[in-house]
C-alpha cells in the first residue's frame, strides 16, 4: 500500500496524559498536513509541513500541541497534557510540489483519540 | 478568509435517481474547489476537483461537479445514484495562492434501494 500511513489507528487516554501520533506521507511528497475532525464536523487545518519546514500553523494549535517532521519524511504530531476536548479524528494528509496531484492532498485513514 | 457551506446536512434518494450536494464557498482569490467522500472510521477518499478550465469537470465513480463563479457554487451531481453512494461528503476549498483547506460540515447521503 502507497498511500498516507497513520499510527496508531486508535488511542484512548487519560486526561493529563500525553500522546503522540505518527504519519507517513507517500513518498516523495513534500508537503504534509495535519487536519482534526471532531464529530460532525468538517476536517479543521492544524498545520502543515514543506519538507521539515512547518510554514504555518491555525490558531486551533494550542501551545500544547507540538508537530515535527525532522526529516522530511514522516511527521508526528504530539498533544501535552491532554483534555476532554481534544477528543477528535485527527487526519493527516500529502501533497506533492509538481507532477500527478499536485493540486490534491491524499488523506490518510485518520487516528482517532478518545480522552476520557 | 476561505469559507464553505454545505446547506443540507443529509440528502436521502432512491436508487436510480439522480443526486446533487450542494456547495457554496468563500475564498478571497482565485478559488480551487474539491469533492472528498467518507465512509465510516475512514479517511478522506478524493473525488474530483475544479482548478481552472471547463466548469463541468468529471471525477470518480461517475461523479461530477460544476462551478458556477457567478454563484460561487460547486454541486455535486451524479445522474444515477447507487446504494454504495451511501457516504459521507465534504465540500471544499482553497485559495489558489494556499495550501490549507477549508472543509464544509459535510453532507450525509442515503441512496435507498
Known amino acids: 500500500d502507497t498511500g498516507v500511513s497513520q499510527d496508531p489507528r486508535h488511542k484512548i487516554t487519560k486526561r493529563g496524559q500525553n500522546v503522540t501520533f505518527r504519519c507517513d506521507p507517500i513518498s516523495e511528497h513534500n508537503r504534509l498536513y495535519w487536519y482534526r475532525q471532531t464529530l460532525g464536523q468538517g476536517p479543521e487545518f492544524l498545520t502543515y509541513f514543506q519538507n521539515e519546514a512547518q510554514l504555518e500553523k491555525s490558531r486551533l494549535l494550542s501551545d500544547r500541541f507540538s508537530a515535527e517532521r525532522p526529516k522530511g519524511s514522516f511527521s508526528t504530531l504530539e498533544i501535552q497534557r491532554t483534555e476532554q476536548g481534544d477528543s477528535a479524528m485527527y487526519l493527516c494528509a500529502s501533497s506533492p510540489t509538481r507532477g500527478t496531484g499536485y493540486n490534491e492532498q491524499f488523506f490518510g485513514p485518520g487516528t482517532r483519540l478518545t480522552v476520557l | 478568509a476561505q469559507s464553505v457551506a454545505q446547506p443540507e446536512d443529509q440528502v436521502n434518494v432512491a436508487e436510480g435517481n439522480p443526486l446533487t450536494v450542494k456547495c457554496t464557498y468563500s475564498v478571497s482569490g482565485n478559488p480551487y474547489l474539491f469533492w472528498y467522500v467518507q465512509y465510516p472510521n475512514r479517511g478522506l477518499q478524493f473525488l474530483l476537483k475544479?482548478?481552472?478550465?471547463?466548469?463541468l469537470v468529471k471525477g470518480s465513480y461517475g461523479f461530477e461537479a460544476e462551478f458556477n463563479k457567478s454563484q460561487t457554487s460547486f454541486h455535486l451531481k451524479k445522474p444515477s445514484a447507487l446504494v454504495s453512494d451511501s457516504a459521507l461528503y465534504f465540500c471544499?476549498?482553497?485559495?489558489?495562492?494556499?495550501?490549507?483547506?477549508?472543509f464544509g460540515a459535510g453532507t450525509t447521503v442515503t441512496v435507498r434501494a
Open positions: 475544479y482548478i481552472t478550465g471547463d466548469n
Open positions: 471544499a476549498v482553497r485559495d489558489s495562492n494556499d495550501y490549507k483547506l477549508s
